[in-house]
Nanobody, 120 residues
Framework: QVQLVESGGGLVQAGGSLRLSCAAS????????MGWFRQAPGKEREFVAA????????HYRGSVKGRFAISRDNAKNTVYLRMNGLKPEDTAVYYC?????????????WGQGTQVTVSS
């Protein structure tokens, strides 16, 4: 199982930027598809972005396309989420997620989350 530790959250004004980092340890990082999810108070956890093991494929939820960018550095066992043009509705706890397929089954791990607060 891979261990994940997020960092980089904080308080920012609307229109500002943040870069979240997620450091992984414990398993071969490059085997994992990585993703970011978020959960706002009183709401379900939702998908934000994902990146393939090689970094060659990325996916985003519609509301963050063009503003957020996910990337990874397999040499540093780290995945990033660059967030530009932040809006108050982006306020949430952001979670890093790692998934690997073994014997046809998905195995996932979550980080502890990092708070992002966007003031209007």
């Amino acid at each position: 199982q891979v261990q994940l530790v997020e960092s980089g959250g904080g308080l920012v004004q609307a229109g500002g930027s943040l870069r979240l980092s997620c450091a992984a340890s414990g398993r071969t990082f490059s085997n994992y598809t990585m993703g970011w999810f978020r959960q706002a108070p009183g709401k379900e956890r939702e998908f934000v972005a994902a990146i393939s093991w090689s970094g060659g494929a990325t996916h985003y939820r519609g509301s963050v396309k063009g503003r957020f960018a996910i990337s990874r550095d397999n040499a540093k066992n780290t995945v990033y989420l660059r967030m530009n043009g932040l809006k108050p509705e982006d306020t949430a706890v952001y979670y890093c997620y790692a998934e690997v397929i073994r014997a046809g089954l998905p195995f996932g791990s979550w980080g502890q989350g990092t708070q992002v607060t966007v003031s209007s």
